[in-house]
């Protein structure tokens, strides 16, 4: 095998390419490593799929280098990035790229300088704005890399600019690959290497000197205790010695100075501190769940859909399912939707499966993340917790795989590529013989319908290779312990302004708070909005402010943390992050009546501690929980009761399980239930169920209140009885009328441009050539919808069309045309 076939690191190229493996990287090349490969004029990175006996190109070139001394990919990972690319309608390198660590994977770019034998003609004043910029640029940080402009130029296509200068010769160009930019970290370690009854005979003649004579004893006392070798740095601190006292240690032959790996592990400072959680009995329902999964993970694996109210111990399956693949030498990935769900998750796995666990997600350092990557690639994790990433690290045998809280639309990833996590899960577990396990109180309309259709059918035709395996539904339909879900009340918001009550409270939820403050217990008060007020509005003229780059109203935002100094208030554009001071006076008539409007988080924690002045709050929103750690601080804090009120967005209906929280106040029930995406009423019911399970975890029980202006809404109405059945009856015969998944597959193409008339006829260019298409093939059961603007018409200066295709398998029509400036989202869980 002279040949490798390889995957480029490229986004934008689709396609596999042969390589010859040169003598003197005999033996150190096969399928799943990380090599640097010539493409073209450019030298870039690539993943070898596969070792080839003959190439199917003449003369191909030789790999230039290999970068990691043990493959980077699994082969069930080179099965499914290629399974993804075909499912997804997305380039192959784009899949690759997804299982490679931040930091490793690198792409060719390129290096741009000025000249200095420049042309003395740009003193002249000829020279565009952009042109003037670029130049200063340059000047100012010396050669930078295109990715790098990229930064200065958000939305400016100064790619043409510098071709100009280019061929003007102002500036020169080179292609280059970054090396990766993280790499294992190396630190002094000490070990001792005499007996500890030999240390122990040496402590009193360690120094004449009483000061240093205590340093080095307290050292060496301390790696008398310490069987490896240990980081210099906490030898330092637990003793108090200095590298000259470590040094002496060395050279009177009693410690042995040298250098060793240190993982950087997220998780290290956590280990233990949680004590082992009893294992509770398990209920009739429960048991017959786990024999079913049990049966799977020795000898037939499945995918099973676990449906059960919050609270009914999914979690205490999921744990011994882990526990079991464990015993069988296997390991287990467990996925969450949200960054804010793994503190949580972790603590309950680490304390089962204490040393074994690793915990991967975006807000861990590149070296976190890359060390655990390596650590789950060596066998030396068997459970990897972390949101949809997670699912690519390369664990050597998988035998579960656990999808919580399955139908949260975080686990379909919305920028390019574009993928779902739980459909790639299943997938990934049918390559590796592994169970799937996609856990909900609230599964989405399309896996309930999948379990349906499975436990109604007797016969099936036998699966093809591109199928997904059949979807077993398992019903844990009530709590553990017999605790019941909590009574949910509807307010309705249009008696209370009618009673004269104008506070964004009701009447019913200030007695609630009241009554739960004077008990001591917690409360929850959810809004899925963020800031003060959602919009600023002129009450003389009209005039709405919007963000430039965006069209969409800016939210006000008056808290301090948030804002760029102490009492500031700001208008922010929560889509590219625009920032600017509030107006003091309207800009388009000059008045001083522009006032705020509508509601968000921030403007609730107000509300409350003008209610109630002694109460303790924590908000819980983007805003608070941009650094790294925030989601634990937070977490822990109100866990630990150290706050009475938790207030936030939609990182609060996330599986979250605190024992003190016996009221739920849900401030506005229908905030997205009327957007015109025809996934809006699943997505707040799914919400509103899910937040509502937060209260009566214990047996203090609980109470969810619901606000609305829409109390006779059928989506309220199902959240408020916990009627899931319901819903979904209504919700299908809706789906089946209007022909929306489950019934069809969908694909959303969307196109973006600064020109909204390039962006608009680029539309219809590609609808009449789809239209074509359908009309020429005669496939009738396929049906295209649009071209038309999309609901947030402008982000990011963008203008924006999108145009929806639909059928049983509208893939067929979009696999032969240039699609290389579209986003292409297969299954898209909305269309806004």
């Not at 130049?135 to 071709?163: C, M, S, Y």
């Not at 001591?520 to 963000?547: D, H, K, P």
Request: hydrophobic share 40%; with cysteine.
């Amino acid at each position: 095998m002279t040949y490798a076939r390889v995957a480029v690191n490229l986004p934008a190229v689709a396609g596999e390419f042969d390589y010859l493996i040169p003598a003197s990287l005999a033996g150190r090349v096969g399928a799943g490593y990380l090599v640097v490969v010539p493409f073209g004029r450019q030298t870039v990175q690539g993943v070898v799929l596969d070792l080839l006996a003959e190439p199917s190109v003449p003369e191909p070139k030789p790999i230039l280098e290999v970068l990691d001394p043990f493959p980077v990919l699994t082969p069930a990972q080179i099965a499914l990035a290629r399974w993804m690319a075909e499912h997804f309608l997305a380039p192959l390198a784009a899949m690759v790229g997804l299982m490679l660590p931040t930091g490793l994977g690198q792409q060719a770019d390129t290096l741009y300088s000025l000249r200095e034998d420049r042309p003395a003609t740009l003193e002249d004043g000829r020279l565009s704005v952009i042109q003037r910029r670029l130049i200063g640029l340059l000047a100012e940080k010396g050669p930078l890399r295109a990715r790098q402009i990229d930064r200065h130029f958000k939305n400016v296509d100064w790619r043409k600019t510098a071709q100009a200068l280019l061929r003007r010769g102002v500036l020169t160009a080179q292609s280059v690959l970054p090396p990766p930019r993280v790499r294992p970290r190396y630190v002094r370690t000490a070990q001792l290497i005499v007996s500890p009854q030999e240390a122990e005979a040496a402590l009193p003649n360690l120094s004449r000197n009483e000061a240093v004579l205590r340093r080095r004893q307290a050292a060496l006392r301390f790696l008398m205790g310490e069987k490896q070798p240990v980081n210099v740095s906490w030898v330092y601190a637990e003793s108090g010695c200095t590298p000259d006292d470590l040094q002496e240690l060395q050279e009177r032959g009693l410690v042995l100075l040298g250098e060793g790996e240190f993982w950087r592990d997220p998780l290290a400072h956590q280990t233990g501190q949680e004590p082992a959680p009893l294992s509770f009995e398990l209920t009739a329902d429960q048991q017959a769940a786990w024999e079913r999964i049990r049966l799977a993970l020795h000898s037939h694996p499945t995918d099973f859909l676990l449906h059960g109210v919050t609270g009914s111990g999914k979690t205490e399956l999921y744990l011994r399912a882990v526990e079991e693949v464990i015993r069988q030498g296997r390991g287990a990935l467990v996925l969450v939707p949200e960054i804010a769900l793994t503190p949580q998750t972790v603590r309950r796995f680490l304390a089962r499966f204490p040393g074994q666990v690793g915990l991967l997600h975006s807000q861990l350092s590149d070296g976190e993340r890359y060390d655990t990557w390596r650590r789950a690639r060596q066998g030396l994790l068997k459970v990897v917790i972390g949101p949809r990433s997670a699912l690519f690290v390369p664990l050597p045998e998988i035998g579960l795989i656990v999808l919580d809280e399955c139908h949260d639309t975080s686990y379909y990833q919305s920028e390019p590529p574009f993928y779902h996590a739980v459909t790639a899960a299943r997938q990934y577990a049918r390559l590796c013989g592994a169970v799937c396990i996609l856990g909900s109180a609230t599964p989405t309309i399309v896996q309930q319908y999948e379990a349906q259709q499975t436990s109604q059918a007797t016969l099936r035709p036998p699966e093809s290779r591109a199928e997904l395996r059949r979807l077993i539904r398992l019903e844990l339909p009530e709590r553990v312990e017999g605790r019941a879900l909590p009574t949910v009340q509807i307010v309705d918001m249009r008696e209370e302004l009618k009673s004269g009550n104008r506070s964004i409270f009701s009447r019913p939820l200030q007695e609630a708070l009241a009554e739960v403050l004077a008990h001591g217990e917690q409360a929850i008060l959810f809004l899925n909005r963020r800031g003060s007020a959602t919009y600023v509005f002129c009450r003389e003229c009209g005039f709405v402010t919007r963000c430039p780059n965006c069209d969409v109203p800016l939210t006000l935002h008056t808290d301090a943390a948030f804002a760029e100094a102490q009492g500031t208030e700001l208008l922010t554009c929560h889509h590219c992050n625009y920032q600017r001071k509030m107006f003091s006076a309207c800009p388009a008539c000059g008045s001083r009546t522009i006032r705020a409007y509508g509601l968000g988080s921030e403007k609730v924690e107000a509300e409350v501690k003008a209610l109630f002045p002694t109460v303790r709050t924590l908000r819980w929103d983007w805003e608070t929980t941009r650094r790294k750690g925030a989601h634990e601080v937070i977490l822990s804090h109100f866990a630990s009761h150290r706050a009475d009120v938790l207030i936030g967005t939609q990182m609060l209906a996330k599986g979250l399980d605190l024992p003190l929280v016996t009221l739920v106040g849900v401030v506005l029930a229908e905030v997205g239930l009327n957007l015109p995406d025809p996934f809006a009423a699943e997505r707040t019911f799914s919400v509103l169920t899910q937040v509502a399970g937060r209260a009566g975890r214990s047996e203090r029980g609980g109470r969810v209140l619901l606000q609305t202006f829409q109390p006779e809404h059928y989506v309220l109405q199902a959240a408020a009885h916990h009627d899931v059945a319901g819903f979904y009856a209504r919700e299908l015969e809706q789906r089946r009328r209007l022909g929306y998944p489950p019934f069809a597959r969908l694909i959303r193409l969307e196109y973006r441009h600064l020109d909204p008339a390039k962006a608009e006829a680029e539309a219809r260019r590609l609808a009449e050539k789809i239209q074509s298409q359908i009309v020429a093939g005669g496939h009738r059961q396929i049906h295209l919808i649009g071209p038309a603007p999309c609901f947030f018409a402008r982000l990011e200066r963008l203008y924006r069309w999108h145009l929806l295709v639909r059928g049983p398998r509208p893939e067929i029509l979009l696999r032969s045309l240039r699609l290389d400036d579209w986003r292409v989202e297969v299954e898209p869980v909305s269309l806004l």
